[in-house]
């Protein structure tokens, strides 16, 4: 089992937001990162620190954190984002690296 | 622009050690701030970490391998390796090296090379 916890699926429909989660204890500490994922294809980061999108990936793209919880916001999701969206920060022993289980997002 | 691209072998046999390398082009492997990883992904699964190197040549790696995984760099050729000894079934999966700079964020991914463990 993973110390970081994702919801396994989300929806939105076209054009609407969507929010997904991560909790962990060690997100009290420490800042998520975020990568998408579309099958057959490697991961992309989308979202890293406090709120920092690599270039070229589009603003509508946020990300936040409160508590043990982080979060990635899509503003306006486009069909284009449909994929598997995986968080990742270090353990609670601060030493190690660990994945959430992922999020595979639907745009309806 | 760092790019990153896998190889090694495909098909492992049960039992033997899995080898793979990481060649590192549009930068050096030896800059300071970097550190590069191993992740991999078994087919229908989630990503799991298996450790990095820093720079300076510490590593740390996934509890749950840790006795099994080497992983080193060869800065005369810019690319690091994964050697996974005693594989099963269970480590059949897309292997996939990244950069670490920022944020622990792995920044930069290479395409991914599938291993089957099989005989």
């Known amino acids: 089992s993973s110390e970081l916890t994702q919801d396994p699926a989300v929806s939105v429909a076209l054009g609407q937001t969507v929010r997904i989660t991560c909790q962990g204890d060690?997100?009290?500490?420490?800042?998520a990162s975020w990568y998408q994922q579309k099958p057959g294809q490697a991961p992309i980061l989308v979202i890293y620190?406090?709120?920092n999108r690599p270039s070229g990936i589009p603003d509508r793209f946020s990300g936040s954190s409160s508590g043990n919880t982080a979060s990635l916001t899509i503003t306006g999701a486009q069909a284009e984002d449909e994929a598997d969206y995986y968080c990742?920060?270090?353990?609670?022993?601060?030493?190690?690296?660990?994945f959430g289980g992922g999020t595979k997002l639907t745009v309806l | 622009q760092l790019q990153l691209q896998e190889s090694g072998s495909g098909l492992v046999k049960p039992s033997q050690t899995l080898s793979l390398t990481c060649a590192v082009s549009?930068?050096?492997?030896?800059?300071?701030?970097?550190?590069w990883s191993w992740i991999r992904q078994p087919p229908g699964k989630g990503l799991e970490w298996i450790g990095y190197?820093?720079?300076?040549?510490?590593?740390y790696y996934n509890p749950s391998l840790k006795s099994r995984v080497t992983i080193s760099v060869d800065r005369s050729k810019n690319q690091f390796s994964l050697k996974l000894s005693s594989v099963t079934a269970a480590d059949t999966a897309v292997y996939y090296c990244?950069?670490?700079?920022?944020?622990?964020?792995?920044?930069?991914w290479g395409q991914g090379t599938m291993v089957t463990v099989s005989s």
């Open positions: 990244a950069s670490v700079r920022i944020n622990d964020a792995f920044d930069i």
């Open positions: 549009g930068g050096s492997i030896s800059s300071g701030g970097y550190s």
């Open positions: 190197i820093y720079h300076s040549g510490s590593t």
């Open positions: 060690s997100l009290r500490t420490y800042y």
């Open positions: 620190g406090r709120n």
């Open positions: 990742n920060s270090r353990d609670s022993s601060g030493n190690h690296l660990v």
